[in-house]
């Protein structure tokens, strides 16, 4: 088989995998990357608007953005409905996003002023891609949500499910190799490090041996909680209760009662 005999074959084989496909989805991605990059900027113009363009201009941009990515995977009235919603709920958003913003500035000595929170931190570009997420998440719009989410873990390593429900003023210090799963629930004022899991203890299989989804997996963590670097807690029914202070490496599958500090074993 020369060079010209290997393609021709190559494209047949690929073609009747491309024939099955269900829809088109190229672009999704893209336009919905920019359009979260839009509303960052609509948000925070003076640091996170290279462009230079008017908030007006971003939310346009945004808007039309998330419309076209929407309608691909849903219909047109729907994606405009839906686009409208997440639009109308920005200046709230932008309002929780600042109790952010001041966590980390309170909570990190290393933070000269919250300009460098916005520009440098990590955990700024992760929780906001959540908080955005999460709004879409919550109105029940496919796939989008996930695509905002894991665009910000690609960039940060911090990966936050759009269904986990957050408090405000959250900080994750440092970031990289932070993990919380769809169905965790976080209280207000909770500080987490790097290297630290909310995630699942097992996973439900259904009589044909198939994952059993949208039951509650994930840990809850409470108020005033502060989760040293390399903690595991897992789990669906682990609750971590107010004011508890979770060490670093420390594996955790069972609940907490409030006010606890929980170390390794030396």
């Known amino acids: 088989m020369n060079l010209e005999e290997a393609l021709k074959s190559a494209e047949e084989g690929l073609r009747l995998f491309a024939d099955k496909e269900e829809a088109d989805f190229n672009g999704i991605k893209d336009s919905t990357e920019a359009a979260f990059r839009n509303l960052q900027a609509a948000m925070f113009p003076s640091h996170v608007n290279p462009e230079g363009l008017s908030i007006a201009e971003n939310l346009r941009l945004a808007g039309e953005g998330l419309k076209s990515a929407i309608s691909r995977l849903s219909d047109d009235e729907k994606a405009e409905r839906f686009t409208t919603m997440l639009l109308s709920k920005l200046p709230e958003i932008r309002r929780v996003l600042w109790t952010d913003i001041v966590a980390a500035y309170q909570g990190d000595p290393a933070a000269k002023s919250p300009n460098e929170i916005i520009l440098a931190y990590p955990a700024f570009t992760a929780i906001s891609a959540y908080r955005i997420a999460h709004e879409l998440y919550v109105m ?51 500080k987490i490090y790097q290297n630290v899991t909310i995630g699942a203890k097992s996973f439900d299989a259904a009589p044909d041996g198939s994952l ?55």
């Open 140 to 190: 029940n719009v496919p796939l989008v949500p996930r695509i905002i989410t894991e665009y910000a873990h690609r960039l940060t390593g911090i990966d936050i499910h759009p269904g986990a429900t957050i408090g405000e003023y959250f900080f994750i210090d440092h970031g990289t190799g932070v993990v919380i799963g769809e169905t965790s629930t976080i209280g207000h004022r909770v």
């Open 212 to 266: 059993v989804k949208g039951i509650k997996r994930h840990p809850d963590i409470g108020n005033n909680v502060v989760i040293y670097a390399g903690a595991t807690i897992l789990g669906g029914q682990t609750v971590i209760g107010d004011d508890c202070v979770i060490g670093g490496n420390v594996w955790l599958t069972h609940s907490v009662k409030s006010g606890r500090v929980v170390l390794n074993e030396r």
